[in-house]
């Protein structure tokens, strides 16, 4: 018979860790906390410390921008420059906080996955991303904490960087200022891509920052939100990025309970039918109007559309890799086999590209690679949510439905900001006594 009593101690010392974090904020030796922050004597020249967090705060905001390709999307300027201020945040004595732990198993697990993959980049690129889930919030919970102020204002530049870029794009030359970037991926329908790839990235990072804007004390708040999502909406134009905004007001609806926002959903949903069915198809110039009338006409349909199928795809085969291996890594560079041996014995995922590595899902990639370990960063953030909003649970339950449903579309595991709010979200559950937010 097995002894349960050897898998008790350990259980309980984890739900122990766990009350802690969320509720007693007890602290141990190795914890940071607002106060060791002005504590902490920096042992580098002024300069050098200036110069390295103009870096970190550039290339963090600005991830895919590089004055070479790598051959990647998202640049390693970033997590070098984490990994560097990290190391200098050790240097002159900061401690970590508790929870950091929790992310540094899966961060460790994956080193030791490194020589399983016969593939050394794909390997190498994974790891990066894992130290980048450590080390962003590590740096910026001390960034925001000592440098308030002046991180609040290049978060207001970045908002206004991205729309002039953009409007740019838009008005004159879809090309301009694409030598800065690995790739530029649009066509007619689609909208620019500011100094991301894609359409749909720059999406995503106005997502985020909105998502920061939302979460930190910041004057004219609601100025810059307007702007991010003007973005979304008429510059960008991601249909997936369209779609988790509707997403986010469905939970806000649903978990605030309020009947109005209720009511304002409903009316646009059928306003939105009556146009579109008595709307000639030559109406439909941009993909977004296009897919909304295909979601309005014939819904079915929908899964047919090439983009729509492959994203689905990029979340189904990742998730069924890790339930059909029992939750055990498959570690890196093994996606692609597992994926076309998949794809012959269904018939619904049919748009797929030609199987590769490169997992689109930041969930995703995480649960196949790591397995179970991989766990621990969802329920990681999870625990930074409840301790950010603990004291108002519907506030809670909107941004943790949120979060998580992001997190499961193509998020890329190395994508800073994911670990800037992260940093927010830490920086809010220690100030919230000090600060109003709502």
């Known amino acids: 018979m097995i002894n349960t009593r050897n898998f008790k101690k350990p259980i309980l010392a984890f739900i122990d860790l766990v009350w802690v974090d969320i509720f007693k904020d007890k602290k141990l030796g190795f914890i940071a906390n607002p106060g060791n922050i002005d504590a ?17 705060l550039l290339f963090s905001f600005f991830p895919y921008i590089t004055p070479f390709s790598f051959g990647t999307d998202i640049q390693p300027w970033s997590i070098l420059m984490v990994t560097t201020y ?7 004595g900061y401690r970590f906080q508790r929870i950091f732990i929790y992310l540094m198993i899966p961060m460790v697990f994956s080193i030791s996955l490194f020589y399983v993959g016969d593939n050394q980049f794909s390997s190498i690129r994974s790891i990066a991303g894992y130290f980048n889930i450590v080390l962003t919030p590590f740096v910026f919970y001390f960034i925001l904490n000592k440098y308030y102020d002046l991180t609040i204002n290049f978060l207001k530049l970045v908002v206004i960087t991205y729309l002039i870029i953009g409007l740019i794009q838009t008005v004159f030359d879809v090309n301009f200022l694409s030598l800065l970037l690995n790739r530029v991926s649009t066509f007619g329908g689609r909208g620019v ?16 920052l909105i998502l920061l804007f939302l979460t930190l004390d910041i004057k004219n708040k ?24 509707l997403i986010f007001w469905f939970y806000y609806a649903i978990f605030k309970l309020n009947a109005k926002l209720f009511l304002l959903l409903f009316m646009f949903l059928i306003i939105a039918m009556v146009i579109f069915i008595t709307l000639d198809s030559s109406y439909y110039e941009t993909r977004v109007l296009h897919l909304f009338n295909k979601l309005i006409t014939n819904p079915e349909s929908l899964i047919n559309d090439g983009s729509i199928n492959s994203r689905l795809g ?3 085969f990742p998730i069924m890799g890790f339930i059909d291996n029992f939750g055990m890594p498959h570690g890196f560079g093994s996606f692609s086999n597992y994926q076309a041996t998949e794809l012959l014995k269904q018939d619904i995922f049919l748009h797929k590209a030609m199987p590769n590595d490169r997992i689109m899902s930041f969930y995703g990639g995480i649960l196949f690679e790591l397995g179970v370990i991989g ?18 649970i519907k506030n809670f339950l909107v941004f943790f439905f949120f979060l998580n449903t992001i997190l499961f579309t193509a998020v890329p595991a190395s994508l800073p900001l994911v670990g800037i709010y992260i ?8 100030n919230s006594a000090n600060v109003k937010y709502e």
């Open 222 to 245: 609601n100025l810059f939100i307007c702007l991010l999502v003007f973005q979304i909406l008429f510059i960008s134009k991601s249909t997936m990025v369209i779609l988790l905004l």
């Open 423 to 430: 940093a927010a979200l830490l920086y809010r559950s220690d």
């Open 193 to 208: 891509t500011s100094l991301c790839p894609e359409p749909t990235f720059y999406g995503i990072v106005c997502l985020f």
């Open 86 to 92: 990290s190391m200098s945040l050790f240097y002159n």
């Open 314 to 316: 990029d979340v189904y």
């Open 40 to 56: 902490v004597k920096n042992k580098l020249p002024a300069s050098i410390s200036l110069i390295l967090l103009f870096l970190t």
């Open 375 to 392: 766990l621990l960063i969802p329920i990681s953030y999870s625990i930074i949510l409840l301790r950010a909003y603990k004291k108002n």
